[in-house]
């Protein structure tokens, strides 16, 4: 398990947040994720993931108001200073439970024509790069399909590699989600491959659907078995158990008696 970091945002949904790294625990995890902590303390997360014996690897900027329909703010120009904030809760809320490595949602941008939101998303990766930078911490750009998202800004692999290169920091790499990356392109194992060495960290979900690994068209098989043997970072489980959540690991368990998966 030590290598899955399951995402308390999707998973263990059947009781509170802050119930869910006990969960966590009592099914053999060791680290976590999640999307946006910002709902509760600093401290009370910090003693959950203390008293757990758990570590948390990643977790998002603020998305702005996500019930309003927010998905980030990154590439929207009239709300650079919300991202600037966004940012400094970020650093915050890394610092304090020990998070090296922090994802930046693009946001939906019907209304911005495409060359300034391209702009601004540029301008504020490399703004919030730089502030997490001094504090040793990663940011992510992460392709996100525009059939979850409808009009999501970085909804192309090829377009977060050429940003990814023009911004041209150390601490910017791509999350690499095979569910996206299945949507939007189809071979995901033969990208991943192609860019690997821009990848700092691994999502898994299947298709359709984004249940767990096993219950869709993805061929989580091979790629588990090539990750296992090339890649050395976590592997987030942000999926959406098709059944109880404690009972949606059992890919995991034939995964490693060598039984049979997609």
Known sequence: M???????????????????????????????????????SKDEIL?????????????NLPPGDWEKGDRGLAADPRRLEEFHQSVDAAIQYAKAL?????????????????????????????YAATQLGKHGITLLIEPINSFDIPGYFLNDLQLAVEILH?????????QFDFYHIQRIHGDPL????????????VQIADVPGRHEPGTGEINYRTILDHLG???QGDIGLEYLP???????????????RGGSMR
């Open 166 to 174: 023009e911004i041209n920091l150390a601490n910017v790499k791509l």
């Open 47 to 59: 003693k959950e993931l203390e008293q757990n014996h758990l570590k948390m690897v990643l977790h």
């Open 2 to 40: 030590n290598q899955f970091a399951v995402n308390l945002s999707t998973i263990f949904t059947e009781v509170p947040f802050m119930e869910r790294f006990k969960k966590a625990r009592e099914c053999g995890f060791s680290i976590v994720e999640c999307q946006f902590p910002y709902e509760y």
């Open 190 to 201: 033969s990208l991943f491959k192609k860019h690997k060495d821009s990848i700092a960290h």
């Open 98 to 126: 020990n998070v090296t490595k922090v994802h930046c949602m693009a946001g939906i941008v019907h209304m911005v024509e495409s060359e300034l939101a391209r702009k601004t998303f540029m301008t504020n990766i490399h």
């Open 229 to 231: 043997e090339c890649y």
């Open 242 to 256: 098709l059944t109880k959540s404690e009972d949606s690991f059992e890919w995991i368990k034939m995964k490693d």
